[in-house]
């Protein structure tokens, strides 16, 4: 479903009415606040607020862009396709290559997007004034951060102007610090006592006296709409004092009367006209005709704008018409009050009015309003794009979820792409909502087998096996993607990402080639495609084939290149962060960040391995939102922990978090490394029961499952066993034990594996007393590590490896490789020495200190400010007040707030 044809009338500045209520003192206001980025016009409905800026913008002497809003333009591929097309119509050197982007077949990339339109912006050689109408129909958090993005970064010749019933939720407390914004409010819009007076008297032709004048101002509050009510009542009544006397002007009192007396004085036809029409948001004569049945809709239009009966004008031709809100709003209630069998048939006559225009959308709600929903389902699959991914996936989502799940369960093609979309929607990809996406796939599933359409049949199941694979079910994953893998032809849209899958298996099993050509071509495919998302795991399974090939420098291109394009769709992320909702995780970004801590931990640069991890923490910590993130996140920290001496903390800290995880695997690699820390304690009868554990884990015999298991997790807890092993001074059951997964690294060409392997063997021919062997292995493993430049698998061994290190430096022949063991031997002498600091009294220096502005954060911190209170207080953006956090805990060490703040309180900082 791309963007919905857009009716003109959208774009069409309200015409000024020939007699108006002049205000003059609110026309220079928003003329001063013209010149400002952002102008606010937030009041309740039926205080003129569209009638006062239609009036200004026709005093104003340069071209406006002009967009009135309706609940279609809730989906951000919607409402920028419209914004940008206002634009263009006023500006049309601005938005023609971000419209272009908006209609390539490839998933939008919305900050690449507005990049674009800030761009024209600021190339722009005049004023661009942009006025949103009706602002408050937008409830899309995204809209709201794109187009806080846009505020943020468009150049100051951009001037928004936003007409809303509730404040946006925007920085609005920013701009006004800074003073870059001007609102006008209800008690702002309200009428005068002498406002009033010339509007009775000029525009609705009603003459009191003046005392009655000011008796009706004062009851109805300033309220604009009400005033036109009571003027309205007042065109009939014979003793237009004697009403003024007894009549109370609260907005609900006034609607009840309009129900009772209003409309009670209009003819029969028109009366039956207006409320049939009720239920249109915009009315055209062949619209009206179509649903009310009455063939002189454009002659009764016209007659009631001329009456002022709430009916105006959206276009200088006078086809497009449409209801002042509440005035609508009162005659639907009071439509669906006294004939609610009606309301149904009126919604569905306009739905077929709407399909034959093209104008499917608006169909589709019109459908839903009658409750056909199968004729809705029908216009759905109309609106959806099957090979593409700019659809508006928010509005398909608010759509499916209205039709009853039987008629769902009979419409695969509705089911799959209700699942593909909650993928690309915030408030969704959760824990609670997957059983809804599984039960949608397979009805799809089903659908489509039983339809006979492989093709279809292939997308459904790849789209289940990543549903499988966020939680957890790595098997399931698999299955599923093998099984479409035969099904999707290679210019599926799904192809990419079943390509990735059926990497992952060979990753899984250890193939390293394999794996890395799946994925090189789904990266390719994917960039072709424009899948975001697709493009990100291409980028990070790459990284992760190139950490086990040992080519360090190699994995962090590929982390970096990903934060890069992530930034591309940065708001998506920021969404969540803004926003107490949980809006769309940050799955991508995290990954990334725990691989390059990974990384900088194996380059024993612990300050930046720290850094990584703080990045990773501010973007919040949910082991429901990607497992296998979450869980290599806890033991990247928990090994940061051990290499700065805290090993008792990182056992503390996988204790925790073994507690929030309800996934066996997950669980299975906490408790390994926690059996790898209690080895380096010393504390033997810990890693013994953690080995009788792993031989009956939940009751399923550990070599049974073995096979279901990554190779990376079987390897780890293979050369546990090793250690344990050469602890007990087993060398030889040690040795025994590493050949067998020494000649399976070799052939497949995991040198990082094959790293530690080395080690071990090399630490087993010492115990053996075997030393020429020894160093032999300590050799190989010297030259396979030196390009990667590792130091901390050599580290973690401790002095023992130290010792050999020395004893084997004179046989190293090589410079390169010489000089490396140098290194590796300094690293050593600065551990020995952080030890003995770690050991000593008094607090642990920082790594970094913390600059002035970091000091003023940690204090709010401190006080229990969030983010955006922080970034409020400090007059900076959420971003920065986001990234000052992070750095805090990087350079105290923390993995939280909570513990920043410790720190920070030990080390005197607060």
């Not at 009366?271 to 649903?291: G, Y």
Request: net charge negative; aromatic share 8%.
């Amino acid at each position: 479903m791309g963007a919905p044809d857009l009716l003109v009338t959208k774009f069409t500045i309200p015409p000024v009415r020939g007699r108006l209520l002049l205000r003059a003192a609110l026309i220079e206001r928003l003329n001063q606040g013209g010149t400002l980025p952002l102008v606010l016009l937030s009041a309740g409905a039926g205080f003129g607020k569209t009638t006062l800026l239609s009036a200004w913008v026709s005093q104003y002497p340069h071209p406006v862009a002009w967009l009135s809003l309706d609940r279609l333009d809730n989906d951000p591929l919607g409402f920028w396709t419209a914004v940008l097309t206002t634009l263009r119509t006023r500006f049309p050197a601005i938005g023609e290559a971000a419209l272009a982007q908006v209609q390539a077949q490839q998933q939008l990339q919305m900050t690449t997007l507005l990049t674009t339109l800030i761009n024209d912006l600021a190339g722009a050689g005049e004023e661009i004034m942009l006025i949103l109408d009706d602002y408050h129909v937008i409830d899309e958090p995204g809209i709201h951060t794109t187009l806080q993005f846009l505020l943020d970064h468009a150049p100051s010749r951009l001037h928004l102007v936003l007409s809303s019933r509730v404040d946006p939720p925007l920085a609005l407390s920013r701009l006004r610090a800074r003073g870059q914004m001007a609102e006008l409010r209800d008690t702002d819009l309200r009428v005068s006592e002498q406002e009033g007076a010339h509007f009775l008297q000029q525009v609705m032709d009603i003459h009191l006296s003046a005392q009655d004048e000011q008796r009706l101002a004062q009851r109805t509050e300033g309220w604009l709409a009400g005033l036109q009510l009571a003027a309205l009542s007042l065109s009939t009544r014979a003793d237009p004092s004697a009403w003024v006397t007894t009549f109370h002007g609260s907005q609900r009192l006034l609607l009840d009367y309009f129900q009772e007396e209003i409309l009670a004085h209009q003819k029969p036809s028109v009366r039956r006209f207006l409320l049939r029409a009720s239920i249109l948001p915009r009315m055209h004569a062949s619209l009206c005709q179509a649903v009310t049945g009455n063939a002189a809709s454009q002659e009764i239009l016209e007659a009631l704008e001329r009456s002022n009966l709430f009916v105006m004008h959206l276009e200088e031709q006078r086809q497009w018409y449409r209801l002042h809100d509440l005035f609508r709003e009162a005659l639907l209630a009071r439509l669906q009050a006294t004939q609610p069998d009606l309301v149904p048939t009126l919604y569905e006559r306009a739905a077929h009015w709407y399909e034959h225009q093209g104008l499917l959308p608006d169909a589709v709600e019109a459908a839903l309003g009658a409750g056909t929903f199968s004729y809705a389902a029908h216009l759905m699959e109309r609106c959806i794009d099957q090979q593409s991914f700019r659809n508006a996936y928010h509005t398909l989502c608010r759509w499916v979820e209205q039709l009853p799940e039987e008629l769902l369960q009979t419409q695969p093609i509705l089911s799959f792409w209700y699942a593909l979309s909650t993928t690309f929607t915030s408030l969704r990809r959760t824990p609670a909502f997957w059983p809804r996406i599984e039960a949608s796939l397979q009805w799809a599933e089903q659908g489509f087998e039983a339809q006979g359409e492989p093709e279809h049949l292939g997308e459904a199941l790849e789209l289940h096996a990543e549903l499988a694979f966020f939680q957890d079910d790595l098997a399931s994953t698999l299955a599923l993607a093998r099984a479409a893998t035969p099904l999707l032809s290679e210019q599926n849209f799904m192809f990419a990402t079943n390509l990735l899958t059926r990497g992952l298996e060979q990753l899984h099993a250890g193939q390293l080639s394999a794996a890395w050509q799946d994925f090189l071509e789904g990266l390719r495919r994917a960039e072709r495609l424009g899948s975001l998302t697709a493009t990100l795991a291409a980028s990070l399974l790459l990284a992760e084939v190139c950490l086990a090939r040992g080519e360090l420098y190699q994995a962090a291109r590929y982390c970096r290149q990903t934060l890069a394009s992530a930034e591309e769709d940065l708001w998506a992320f920021q969404q969540q962060l803004m926003t107490a909702s949980g809006d769309r995780d940050p799955f991508f970004l995290s990954w990334a960040y725990h691989s390059l801590a990974q990384l900088a931990c194996e380059w024993n640069d612990l300050a930046t391995a720290q850094h990584a991890l703080a990045q990773a923490q501010a973007l919040g910590d949910d082991p429901a939102k990607g497992v296998h993130v979450w869980t290599s996140g806890g033991l990247i920290r928990a090994r940061l922990l051990h290499c700065r001496g805290e090993t008792t903390a990182a056992l503390h800290l996988l204790e925790a978090w073994e507690q929030q995880t309800r996934f066996p695997w997950a669980l299975r690699a906490l408790r390994a490394s926690q059996a790898r820390l209690h080895l380096a304690m010393g504390n033997l009868p810990a890693v013994e029961e953690w080995s009788r554990a792993r031989a009956d884990f939940f009751g399923l015999r550990v070599r049974e499952r073995e096979r279901e298991l990554p190779y990376v997790q079987q390897e780890e807890e293979a050369l546990l066993l090793v250690r344990l092993f050469l602890a007990h001074e087993q060398a030889g059951a040690a040795l025994q034990e590493l050949a067998r997964w020494k000649a399976q690294a070799e052939s497949q060409g995991r040198t990082h594996g094959l790293l530690e392997i080395l080690l071990l063997e090399a630490l087993a021919h010492q115990a053996d007393r075997a030393f020429p062997r020894a160093r032999a292995s300590l050799l190989q493993a010297l030259r396979l590590a030196q390009p990667g430049q590792y130091q901390r698998l050599f580290l973690d061994e401790g002095q023992v490896m130290a010792t050999l290190l020395k004893s084997s430096l004179k046989e190293i022949q090589e410079k390169d490789t010489a000089a490396y063991v140098r290194g590796l031997l300094d690293a050593f002498a600065q551990e020995q020495m952080n030890a003995s600091v770690v050991s000593s009294p008094g607090p642990s220096p920082l790594l970094e200190p913390l600059t002035a502005q970091e000091q003023r954060v940690l204090q709010l911190l401190a006080a229990g400010a969030s983010n955006q209170e922080i970034a409020t207080q400090l007059v900076i953006q959420l971003s920065t007040a986001r990234k000052h956090v992070a750095n805090i805990l990087g350079k105290v060490g923390a993995a939280n707030r909570t513990q920043a703040i410790a720190r920070a309180r030990e080390y005197g900082l607060l």
